[in-house]
């Protein structure tokens, strides 16, 4: 195991590399700092994947560059050329097929690939999920009758296959049977359809049936009336909007702690034409960084590259990024963040689709990582109980408690709890009481207490129930409050919040759980101030019934408030008749209590 650097790191950029005792790479990795990058592996607290990897390792070696893009680059190619089992990063991407265009060849032929080379070919993905390539080259053979299969086209086959039969290809396999200017027409048809460029497709085969109609080609007229129709089809199909012309690629990211969502757009001309997606967990790196090197790992090894790149999120390397695929391209390629605009809007569906992909397939408990060093929790919390109060003026104070673990809300664990020890309104007081009766109850049963418990509130709602729950356990589990306007994190008696990104995760996931108690304390609450309201004292006015005590009380709130409102109020609420009722009765209720105290 690796406790410490060999040797004292340079403060230097350039890339370091983990060893296992063969001394084969676990791990390549490139900073800016070496000395600082590098004493982050060796921290006390460090994720599970840094400790497995220093339990691996035994040597830890340093290559110093002249400058941060050279260990940029350095680091790029040690990795394709060691391929380490730690750089778990798109370590598969070559196994996503393209779509293969032999463009170099007599006949070109759209081929299924997974390998691409630098062969002059046109390559085209990679396709996630897999069965996008393999649909692609079916529309390729069935509607442009482009080749397909792997057989020689030497003009050596003397009799045509099936697909001729079909009308699914020309059969250039034979010699002689279509012209290589006429078949090459074709091939560009089908890298106009590759491209997404359906729009000039469209136009093209327009201006082709025009043509082949005025010869009087009638059957080539109506193949390519036929085509027109299915690249319509095809181009129809795209619905996201225009973020600007030519070939952009789109990518956001979704996650916290060490699991992660990146999904990606390619567009081309405005149409989305494929898409990608990827799902991290445990991963070392994390938000921004991430995206960088999910970035790097994918336009290392791209035969194609973009003319831009638009990114969620800003992180440090965009600009050596930027460079990096301006050299491979040959001209500018510019990675943005966008703030407004068409370009921003996709950026804001792809954020969408990855929270939902998240939520759908990523343990929720995973999410709450951040939570652990912020909130000196022992791991991250599989239970939480969050308390939320609800009152009307004092009035029908009720106390909510409700339960998330398992990944979701336990709406068989909620409780709520009518305060009996507070009149009026004391927030502190009613947390603090509520707090006290439900983990008294809790030790008294034997139940198990939470990993962490939330309150819906700020400073002093947290050490008002903080003190209640130190006074009945020794040692009782973390608490935090949940401030609803900043949305801060606040531990009992610590006058600084924890402030976690507003897009954060962890914070979302705490927010819907305080949301929830919210609503369950509101909805009891209602109902113990309807059903004391249908006690009120109001009904005992003569000539006074269910719907006018309630309209008094819906204006008033309290009994209270309606004996003290003057008649022109009372008139607005509930009109003069009945108004005169409730002041002659609340002046009654007044003398018979002055003459109770004389009496005294």
């Not at 109902?527 to 019934?545: F, H």
Request: net charge positive.
């Amino acid at each position: 195991m690796l406790d410490h650097p060999p040797q004292p790191p340079p403060s230097r950029p350039g890339c370091y590399i983990f060893r296992d005792a063969k001394k084969r790479p676990l791990y390549v990795g490139k900073a800016k700092n070496l000395r600082a990058r590098v004493s982050s592996y060796f921290q006390s607290e460090v994720p599970l994947k840094i400790r497995r990897l220093r339990q691996q390792a035994t040597d830890l070696e340093f290559i110093v560059t002249a400058s941060e893009w050279e260990a940029f680059l350095l680091e790029n190619n040690l990795i394709k050329q060691f391929k380490p089992r730690f750089n778990t990063l798109l370590k598969d991407d070559k196994t996503y097929p393209y779509v293969k265009l032999t463009v170099k060849d007599r006949y070109p032929k759209a081929l299924f690939t997974r390998r691409p080379e630098k062969d002059g070919a046109l390559y085209y993905g990679p396709f996630v999920p897999g069965w996008q390539a393999k649909k692609n080259l079916r529309i390729l053979q069935e509607h442009f009758r482009v080749v397909t299969c792997k057989d020689p086209l030497d003009g050596s086959r003397l009799r045509p296959c099936l697909y001729y039969e079909m009308g699914q290809c020309y059969a250039p396999c034979i010699k002689g049977r279509v012209p290589p200017e006429q078949y090459a027409a074709v091939v560009e048809e089908a890298r106009l359809f590759l491209e997404g460029r359906t729009a000039d497709l469209r136009e093209e085969l327009h201006g082709r049936m025009l043509a082949a109609a005025r010869r009087q080609d009638y059957e080539q007229a109506a193949h390519y009336r036929d085509l027109e129709r299915a690249a319509e089809f095809l181009g129809g199909r795209q619905s996201v909007a225009r973020p600007g012309e030519g070939h952009w690629e789109c990518f956001a990211l979704y996650g916290g702690g060490e699991a992660w969502v990146i999904h990606g757009f390619v567009v081309v001309d405005g149409k989305v034409v494929d898409r990608r997606r990827w799902r991290f967990d445990q991963v070392e790196l994390a938000g921004e960084d991430l995206l960088a090197a999910v970035l790097t790992r994918l336009y290392g090894n791209a035969p194609v590259l973009p003319d831009g790149v638009v990114v969620s999120h800003e992180f440090q390397d965009r600009p050596l990024l930027e460079r990096f695929l301006s050299e491979r391209k040959g001209r500018r390629v510019r990675v943005i963040r966008p703030r407004r605009g068409e370009r921003a809007a996709l950026v804001a569906t792809l954020v969408e689709n990855a929270r939902l992909e998240f939520e759908a397939h990523v343990d929720p408990s995973t999410v709450l990582g951040p939570l652990v060093e912020s909130l000196g929790l022992e791991g991250p919390p599989r239970r939480i109980e969050c308390f939320d109060i609800s009152h009307s003026h004092g009035e029908a104070t009720v106390a909510s408690c409700v339960v998330w673990a398992e990944g979701r809300m336990q709406k068989s664990d909620y409780r709520h709890f009518n305060i009996k020890s507070v009149e009026g309104i004391d927030d502190f007081a009613s947390m603090a009481e509520v707090v006290w009766r439900r983990y008294m109850r809790l030790v008294e049963e034997g139940g198990d207490l939470p990993d962490l418990v939330l309150i819906d509130g700020g400073p002093g709602q947290v050490n008002a129930a903080h003190a209640a729950l130190v006074r009945l356990l020794p040692n009782p589990p973390p608490m935090a409050g949940l401030a609803k306007r900043e949305e801060w994190l606040f531990r009992p008696h610590e006058p600084a919040p924890v402030v976690l990104p507003k897009e954060s995760p962890a914070l979302r996931l705490l927010q819907q759980i305080r949301d929830e108690a919210h609503r369950f304390a509101v909805a009891a609450h209602r109902r113990r101030r309807s059903k004391a309201r249908m006690a009120s004292p109001l009904l005992g006015v003569p000539g006074i019934g269910p719907v006018t005590a309630k309209k008094l009380l819906r204006t008033f709130l309290t009994t209270s408030a309606v004996k003290e409102a003057t008649e022109e109020q009372l008139v607005r609420a509930v009109g003069r008749a009945a108004a005169r009722k409730v002041t002659a009765w609340a002046k009654g209720e007044a003398a018979e209590k002055e003459s109770a105290a004389g009496g005294e």
